[in-house]
């Protein structure tokens, strides 16, 4: 009978170790679950990146309007940038881009600065800055 007494006082010290969103949850699998999926989709936009640093089309974009989305990841803002973007050989477009900055690198993010993008050749829509 002490065996499972001591597997409900696990399973409570357990239960205080998760973020207060996370406790009372049925089976903290769940949890685990949403946090490896939420780490996989940032190791594909990682590799997605990186593969866009090496085969993308470089450029140079400039900033025409920024705005913050309210939305924080590790306490760096996500800002949605406006481009006017120019790779070599194509007409210039505009569009939108989307991405957390660093809170240190904030002031180089600021409407009329040029920043060097590598655009996807198959979806010009598409862009890593950098």
Same mark, same amino acid.
């Given at each position: 009978?002490?065996?499972?007494?001591?597997?409900?006082?696990? &399973? &409570?010290?357990?239960?205080?170790?998760?973020?207060?969103?996370?406790?009372?949850?049925?089976?903290?699998?769940?949890?685990?679950?949403?946090?490896?999926?939420?780490?996989?989709?940032?190791?594909?936009?990682?590799? &997605?990146?990186?593969?866009?640093?090496?085969?993308?089309?470089?450029?140079?974009?400039?900033?025409?309007?920024?705005?913050?989305?309210?939305?924080?990841?590790?306490?760096?803002?996500?800002?949605?940038?406006?481009?006017?973007?120019n790779v070599g050989g194509s007409a210039p477009c505009a569009l939108t881009?989307?991405?957390?900055i660093s809170r240190l690198h904030i002031g180089s993010f600021q409407p009329?600065?040029?920043?060097?993008?590598?655009?996807?050749?198959?979806?010009?829509?598409?862009?890593v800055i950098g």
């Amino acid at each position: 009978m002490g065996m499972f007494k001591d597997v409900r006082k696990l &399973k &409570k010290a357990a239960e205080a170790q998760l973020p207060p969103e996370h406790r009372g949850m049925r089976g903290g699998f769940r949890a685990m679950r949403d946090l490896t999926a939420q780490g996989a989709q940032l190791l594909d936009g990682a590799t &997605k990146a990186a593969e866009l640093m090496t085969n993308g089309r470089p450029g140079t974009a400039t900033i025409t309007a920024l705005r913050d989305t309210g939305t924080t990841i590790n306490d760096n803002p996500v800002v949605e940038l406006d481009l006017q973007v120019n790779v070599g050989g194509s007409a210039p477009c505009a569009l939108t881009h989307r991405q957390p900055i660093s809170r240190l690198h904030i002031g180089s993010f600021q409407p009329g600065a040029t920043l060097p993008v590598h655009v996807d050749p198959a979806d010009p829509a598409v862009l890593v800055i950098g």
